[in-house]
């Protein structure tokens, strides 16, 4: 790579294009197996110091290279932790986050306080307890600290669901896949830690590796929260987006803490409820936009629409959903709105219904204490061109348990 030797000081301030190609050039050597070293020592000769701007490009072409190999979980997550590794520190500082009480950014780096501290003074000292003696006692205590950190699923629900969508608005798209993939490595690891505590057979062996992973990829985390995700955040978005993403945080909930109070900016808060009222006329009747609303809710199912072009348009708000849903995903494509490990079953289904291969596909899974019928339906015109898919979810664990016939009334 030696064709890359140029003079770092004048790219850095004179040609951004050619100094992005060589940050380009630097971690494709990464992906196709040159040592971390090797590529190590060249990024702090020719590049040292990367803005925001140029890490997001990284994310995307990290993203992209990934996608394009046929690679196990573990070459994934090496290769995540090595790119990261190459910017840890030399990343230049931006706009402060905002540390106002109650603000966004302020709840998420106070949850980050949280699991920093559960697990330096919990974890850690359970796990080594553990490993030096494997009694009842200690593997309780580890357990209920697992239990614990499984709360940090609210924490990256709220960043997948409220943070990527508006980062996606300002095409900053690399995040979405890259942390998301991560986070899903966690969450999964988390879970296989508990279920080996509550099943313990005695690997040892075991326990130490997935919870020192855990550790290892829950403070990467932060670093990469505090350092990249939040900044690019307070760079772009408006205050009228942290309100939304702020009142809507409280339906997803919080990890291991909660705002220390409601955010409120000093102009007037956002009007978030106004919707003129009307009435639409439909074939077999008219109803009220109050009326069609309070009509879709009351459905004991949850429903989503996707149009044509894989937007989401729209999601029905009932008493008990499912899965979460936020405002900020409307307009948003479907792909980026699942997991990274899912995306492609998605994409393919939606393929399947504009080729008019399909016209429905049904799901069923098992949900935390659920038992969850997931239905998708093709929505054609009278002419049969596809408009865009509708999503039904619904709980059929009360369904499965009837038995008999109910023919009276319910007493009060």
């Known amino acids: 790579m030696s064709e890359l030797i140029n003079n770092r000081e004048q790219l850095h301030t004179t040609n951004p294009t050619q100094r992005q190609k060589i940050l380009e050039k630097i971690f494709v050597g990464l992906y196709n197996g040159e040592s971390l070293e090797d590529v ?21 072409l990290q993203r992209d290279i990934l996608e394009s190999k046929n690679l196990s979980k573990d070459e994934i997550q090496n290769l995540s932790d090595a790119h990261m590794s190459i910017l840890k520190g030399n990343i230049e500082s931006a706009q402060t986050p905002e540390d106002e009480p109650g603000h966004p950014i302020h709840t998420f780096k106070l949850e980050n306080r949280e699991l920093e501290k559960l697990i330096n003074t919990s974890l850690k000292p359970h796990l080594n307890k553990f490993i030096q003696e494997d009694n009842d006692i200690n593997r309780f205590k580890l357990l209920e600290d697992c239990n614990l950190l499984l709360d940090i699923d609210k924490h990256y629900v709220r960043k997948e669901h409220l943070i990527f969508p508006y980062l996606e608005k300002y095409g900053i798209t690399g995040p979405s896949t890259n942390m998301w993939r991560i986070d899903d490595f966690i969450r999964d690891a988390i879970k296989e830690l508990k279920n080996a505590l509550v099943g313990y057979d005695g690997n040892k062996n075991f326990i130490s590796e997935k919870a020192d992973f855990i550790i290892t990829q829950v403070i990467e985390m932060i670093y990469r929260e505090e350092n990249i995700l939040f900044p690019m955040c307070m760079s772009n978005f408006t205050e009228d987006e942290w309100i939304k993403v702020a009142h809507e945080s409280d339906e997803i909930g919080y990890c291991l803490t909660y705002p220390v109070v409601q955010w409120k900016p000093e102009r007037s808060e956002l009007n978030i409820k106004a919707m003129s009222e009307g009435y639409i006329k439909l074939a077999t009747g008219i109803l009220s936009l109050t009326q069609l609303e309070l009509l879709l809710n009351h459905l004991p199912v949850d429903m989503t629409f996707i149009d044509e072009n894989d937007i989401v348009r729209y999601f029905s708000h009932g008493k008990e959903r499912i899965f979460p849903r936020t405002k900020a995903i409307i307009g948003r494509t479907v792909q980026n709105c699942h997991p990274p490990k899912s995306a492609h079953v998605v994409e393919e289904l939606l393929n399947d219904f504009k080729l008019g291969k399909k016209e429905n596909e049904d799901f069923w899974i098992r949900f935390k204490d659920k038992y969850v019928y997931i239905r998708y339906f093709a929505i054609r015109d009278e002419n049969g061109k596809y408009l865009g898919t509708l999503e039904f979810t619904q709980n059929i664990d009360p369904i499965q348990a009837i038995q008999g016939e109910k023919r009276i009334l319910s007493e009060e």
Do not use: M, P, R, W
């Open 40 to 60: 190590k020592a060249l990024f702090e000769k020719e590049i040292g110091k990367v803005t925001l701007d140029e890490v997001s490009q990284l994310s995307l």
